[in-house]
């Protein structure tokens, strides 16, 4: 940390930064997109927000995906479509109201391109490196809450989910489709969390109820300063998997969007989650899959393996 400051200090000073040793930050590799400031940013909070990553034309070409899977014009092999809890089980009518996030859409083309941007690419390989999966993709359509508060995502680490390591060359890319503020749901961080270890997670005992695999975690300091993140339209969020986050109700009248990949160094290596904090998350995982695709032989590690997709370099291991 000390060394921090003095990189902090020597680059508002103007001074010559090259003197310090760049492996000294561990969150993101030395490389020309970063500035020292940036990097120091990530490393210290455990997030790095870029103003208009996203064009608008390309999120109003998400939209439109979206919204023929809504209508059930496409069929998505592998697509997992999830439902606000509180309203799954009224009238249904296909189109957005009833889908509150798209979750695996790596083989509908449109959507997947929000993978395989060249700028958002760029700004992975700083903390992946060069061999890079997209591991996992995400729509969220955060609808407006019920009165529940079922529309809240609780405070979590996505690290829970993930059987593979090292943690530091994981990285989650999120970006507003839409302004994104208080008043619909946005995402709210602690910052510095991503320097502590994986806590143990599982379902928030909420009265209205909490949506499928929504875990959070069991205890975080209720004092921690929170940043909440307004976003516009096409601004993207890159955060480390063990920042603890999660996002407010949505009380507006509209469907709160974003798009999210998370994205991992081929490099990395599957561990075995069994006797671990992520047990649960394991089981339940394998238990889903294993009733949508009629087998009982499949490991978490498998259900991984088969969803990840290499967008950069050589799939060298994952
Ligand atoms: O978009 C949100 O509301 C939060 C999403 C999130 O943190 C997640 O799905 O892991």
């Not at 490393?43 to 919204?67: C, P």
């Not at 296909?94 to 509150?100: D, E, L």
């Not at 989650?273 to 394991?282: K, L, M, S, W």
Request: with cysteine.
């Amino acid at each position: 940390m000390a060394l921090i400051h003095c990189i902090k200090q020597a680059s508002t000073s103007g001074q010559n930064v090259t003197y310090y040793q760049p492996q000294a930050l561990r969150y993101s590799f030395d490389n020309d997109l970063l500035s020292t400031e940036q990097r120091i940013s990530y490393e210290e909070d455990g997030f790095l927000l870029i103003k208009g990553l996203v064009s608008g034309e390309d999120i109003d070409r998400f939209r439109v995906a979206f919204e023929r899977i809504c209508r059930r014009e496409v069929q998505v092999p592998g697509l997992v479509v999830m439902r606000d809890v509180s309203i799954a089980k009224s009238e249904f009518v296909p189109n957005q109201k009833a889908i509150s996030k798209l979750q695996d859409f790596q083989e509908e083309p449109e959507l997947f391109r929000y993978c395989n941007l060249p700028q958002i690419l760029n700004y992975v390989e700083c903390f992946t490196g060069p061999n890079i999966m997209a591991m996992h993709t995400m729509l969220i359509n955060k609808p407006p809450d019920t009165g529940n508060k079922t529309s809240r995502h609780p405070m979590h680490q996505d690290l829970h989910y993930f059987p593979f390591r090292p943690a530091d060359r994981i990285v989650c890319s999120w970006t507003a489709m839409e302004k994104i503020h208080r008043q619909n749901g946005c995402l709210v961080v602690l910052p510095g969390s991503h320097h502590g270890t994986l806590k143990e997670h599982d379902y928030p005992e909420w009265e209205g109820g909490v949506n499928k695999m929504y875990h959070g975690v069991r205890d975080h300091d209720p004092n921690h300063p929170r940043v909440h993140l307004e976003m516009d339209k096409g601004d993207t969020v890159f955060f480390h998997p063990l920042l603890i986050h999660g996002s407010g109700m949505n009380q507006t009248q509209g469907f709160r969007k974003a798009i999210s990949c998370h994205y991992a160094s081929a490099d990395c290596y599957y561990i075995d989650v069994r006797g671990t904090t992520q047990e649960n998350i394991g089981q339940e995982v394998k238990e889903i899959a294993a009733r949508k695709y009629a087998v009982n032989d499949v490991t978490f590690e498998d259900t991984w393996a088969v969803r990840g997709r290499l967008v950069q370099g050589d799939r060298t291991n994952l």
